[in-house]
């Protein structure tokens, strides 16, 4: 099958275009590569080293005998996109870039705005492209388990059937999400769903929940096929950072009381879900939604795994409480179902000791690339992050917006 | 009290600066003037001869006696949007300062874009602003009633109370919104019930109906207060775009089988609402809901209104039915609550024959300006407006946007 995957640099992306190339898909491997750019913007930096992009797909076909086409391109870029689609006709495109950051978008207003104009232009470029050029193709985009938030009600798959005042509807799942990141995808999610029924595309959103881990079969092959690893206060998932502030021997940090509960799965899980969408797509006209999460954990509790696994190497562990700089609840209901997938066929990897020990050993081998005072949370939800700087990029950012907007569609453009 | 009007120019923005002045508000009337630009874009232009910003707010003065504040800003500047907010120290806002059109978001993927980065970027800078230099200001934003679509269950205002699997929660009401235009809307309700619950911000969300009338108690008092009336297939409204034709011995053209129903208000019961929200502030970290219409009508009744107010005139009018340009069900259950600014107080005008009588007499004094090629719609749904046009608008504006997101925050502002 001829499959483009949009994000292909990432941490889950680039995993995605090798597990696909492995089973004989026909992969263009696309990314604009601004994640590298964040990175040094931020000061922070995959634990493990990654090799560039023409690296990569030059190891992978060394190492596979499989070749995967490297493109770099912008969604934002529509004319550059719609020569893409043009020119694979692919069957599926799987789209994982976006902007992926909690904090990082709710550092100021140019982050917030940043990050909503990057992932709510690129999904509508690419619906518009996908519409204009191969309007066959299955559209399988990465959402996000936080667009729910935290209801006091079971979390369904997209869709709930509503009884009310005596009449019944089944209606998209009302979502509460708790940072400008989430939102985004929550827009992306209306708008997908929109085009969908307007035009007949058919797309798989994936409400992924928290991923871990360090690889995949595919990216243990060489150490130039290696995924990044971020365990930083902007970039980093959870368990990630626990692992590495316990490895150089700091207090593992639990945001408040720890209660929050989320949906968890393993990276090699990631790439399989994936592929599962792929082999059974959705028909003409559906938009369809899959929990893509093996387990729930609360972030006490993996704090917790994070103490035993190392308490079996005779490591000691602190945990500590921090004050939250989020605004979330610490102590909710949280019930999510997560039976498409499975359904389909996936066998979950199960967080299980083990794994957590895969990540320590890991961190331990690369201990001294880590910089220790990214660690911690810049972000404060209320008041932003690193005032003084951010206000100046708000300024920046701001006038730069209002050139772009006068600019955008040039006289002649409208009805005559 | 203290308040600025964003997108003080347009149809409804400028009656309520107006409304809000003569009841003893000191207004700042704020507008980027971008309409005029899309008018000009367009080939569309306001039936009724709208003066400039400049002459209407000097000829209020001179008719009323009291200042209002113009101000040209555009709410993607955060620099002039955050030193005109700190300056004012307003203690409400009301936002209409959004790309309105749906048919004008349909046109091609740069329209799309345009439509949600102008008007989730300018919303997104508002919530910052008011956050970091007026933080007890009221929002009061102007939604649409289109954000819901038809579900097949009652429409409540912005939250509904859901039963599941023996548990219950109030969450924000489903969105099934009907263009992109609309979803901007949908992605605004998001982004505020956000900030008001991680920041403390208070925000009313009117969600409006289709707004029919020509003027108010205020614009009529002379001619250079006169507030635009937009009749094309852009920017005109269902009941404007009937007169319009009828008077000019056209058919009165209904999208296909006319069922559509949506709630409609009177432009007098617009500005009410408005100031009864403002006297009626939420509170503190409230985000809540007004539906804001009087009452509900389907297409083919409104059409049928039309014909006979000028019944009672002699004058004949045809109807037909027109393949519909847009995608939406033609017949479907529709029942709205729209309680809240009846318990506030809200007196409606109904749509009476006599109002109807109203547009037609203005339409007929301005005969001699109506554009006829410009009445019927050009913009189809599945296929967007003017193909190659606006690809070539597509292009540039896809390459511009690129260059944005590449430039929108500087070296620096990340983390550290």
Redesign the interface.
């Known amino acids: 099958m001829r499959i483009i995957v949009f994000g292909a640099d990432g941490y889950l992306g680039w995993p995605t275009a090798l597990y696909l190339s492995a089973r004989g898909h026909d992969v263009w491997a696309v990314d604009s590569l601004?994640r590298r750019k964040?990175d040094?913007?931020?000061?922070?930096q995959s634990l493990v080293p990654v090799a560039s992009m023409e690296r990569r797909v030059a190891r992978w076909e060394a190492v596979s005998g499989k070749a995967i086409h490297w493109c770099k391109l912008?969604l934002?870029?529509?004319?550059?996109?719609?020569q893409l689609v043009d020119e694979v006709q692919p069957e599926a495109v799987v789209h994982f870039a976006e902007q992926r950051s909690a904090p990082?978008s709710m550092?100021?207003?140019?982050?917030?705005?940043?990050t909503?104009?990057?992932n709510?232009?690129g999904t509508?470029?690419l619906l518009?492209?996908v519409r204009d050029h191969a309007p066959d193709c299955h559209i399988v985009k990465l959402g996000t388990m936080g667009e729910y938030g935290t209801?006091?009600?079971?979390i369904e798959e997209g869709f709930?059937e509503?009884?009310?005042?005596g009449?019944?509807?089944r209606?998209?799942?009302?979502?509460?999400?708790?940072?400008?990141y989430h939102?985004s995808k929550?827009?992306d999610s209306?708008?997908i769903?929109?085009a969908c029924?307007?035009?007949g595309l058919a797309s798989t959103d994936l409400n992924q929940g928290v991923v871990y881990g360090v690889a995949t079969e595919e990216t243990a092959m060489h150490r130039e096929l290696a995924t990044r690893f971020d365990y930083?206060?902007?970039w980093g998932t959870v368990l990630n950072r626990f692992c590495v502030q316990a490895a150089i021997g700091r207090p593992v940090s639990v945001y408040g009381r720890g209660g929050q509960t989320r949906g968890f799965l393993d990276i090699r899980d990631t790439v399989r879900c994936v592929e599962l969408a792929i082999a059974n797509p959705a028909e003409a006209g559906e938009y369809r939604v899959f929990n893509q999460f093996t387990e729930q954990f609360s972030v006490a509790e993996l704090a917790e795994r994070v103490v035993r696994a190392r308490a079996h190497h005779g490591l000691e562990t602190v945990v500590e409480h921090i004050p939250n700089p989020r605004?979330e609840k610490e102590e909710h209901?949280y019930n999510a179902r997560h039976q498409h997938l499975m359904d389909l066929g996936l066998v979950p990897h199960k967080l299980a000791d083990t794994l957590v020990d895969d990540v320590v050993t890991v961190v331990n081998q690369h201990v001294g690339r880590v910089r220790v005072?990214?660690i911690d949370s810049?972000?404060d939800?209320?008041k932003g992050?690193?005032v003084a700087?951010?206000r100046?990029?708000?300024?920046?950012?701001?006038?730069?917006?209002?050139l772009?907007?006068?600019?955008?569609?040039?006289?002649?453009?409208?009805?005559?």
């Open positions: 601004v964040w040094r913007l931020c000061g922070t912008d934002c870029d529509l004319v550059a996109l719609e990082y550092i100021s207003a140019a982050h917030a705005v940043e909503q104009v990057n709510v232009a509508l470029n518009f492209a209801p006091d009600i079971d709930i509503i009884e009310h005042n009449r019944r509807d209606l998209p799942y009302p979502k509460q999400a708790g940072s400008f939102l929550v827009h209306h708008n769903l929109f029924r307007a035009w930083d206060g902007i605004s209901y005072n990214t810049v972000v939800w209320r992050g690193m700087a951010a100046q990029a708000d300024s920046r950012a701001g006038q730069l917006l209002a772009r907007a006068r600019a955008a569609v040039p006289v002649g453009a409208g009805a005559r």
